[in-house]
């Protein structure tokens, strides 16, 4: 137990220390060493798939992370990763079905209904988003992701109005990501023109056409 454990502390160490690729050769070895004797523990799995995911290597982040689920299926955190692995692949249906094991095995945990979130607006299906976006919130209200990607999913239905509410109750509980929300709403908002001057005698005053 303590030989598993010290390859994953020496795996966090160098990755404390921005060393990475060395983070990623000692949970290598640890696996290695050990998927005989402890082919039922997912530590270094996960902590593998954690790992290739910051780095943005989505593939390999797939493999670690299916690893883990192979030896704990159960596990809502890791069965979450490699759910929003599939998601930022673009592998929208497998991103669905561990979402949808997520919700199944912890229905009072947030994150299922969001990632399902992420699926539906991913798809375009926005209402359906907002739906689940809500669900996430009732579950629990403290979890802010949840409320950003609300409001950019009234941003893409139009309703500005609702996208606002939900910064606002952001802004209220100094949200780290209100300003996400700020900045897409801005840029989701179509320009209007609300006033025009002319020095050439052009008739600004008809209107449009």
Known sequence: DNA???????????????????AIQAYKEGIKAFSTTYS???????????????????????????????????????????????????????????????????????????????????????????TLFKKSISVNSDFELAYRDLGYAYADLGEFDRANEQLSIMEANDSDYASDLESYITEATPPEILGAYSTSGFPTALGPK
């Open 40 to 130: 039922g523990d997912d530590t270094l799995y996960v902590a593998l798939g954690d790992l290739y995911f910051q780095e943005g290597n989505l593939d390999d982040a797939i493999d670690a992370y299916e690893n883990a689920v192979r030896i704990d299926p159960n596990n809502e955190a890791s069965r979450y990763s490699l759910g929003q692995s599939y998601l930022n692949s673009g592998n929208l249906d497998k991103a669905y079905d561990h979402f949808s094991e997520v919700v199944r095995i912890s229905p009072k945990d947030p994150a299922g209904y969001y990632g399902l979130g992420e699926v539906a607006r991913a798809e375009g299906s926005l209402n359906e988003a907002v």
């Open 4 to 22: 598993l454990s010290a390859y994953n502390y020496l795996g966090q160490a160098y990755n404390e220390q921005g060393e990475t690729n060395k």
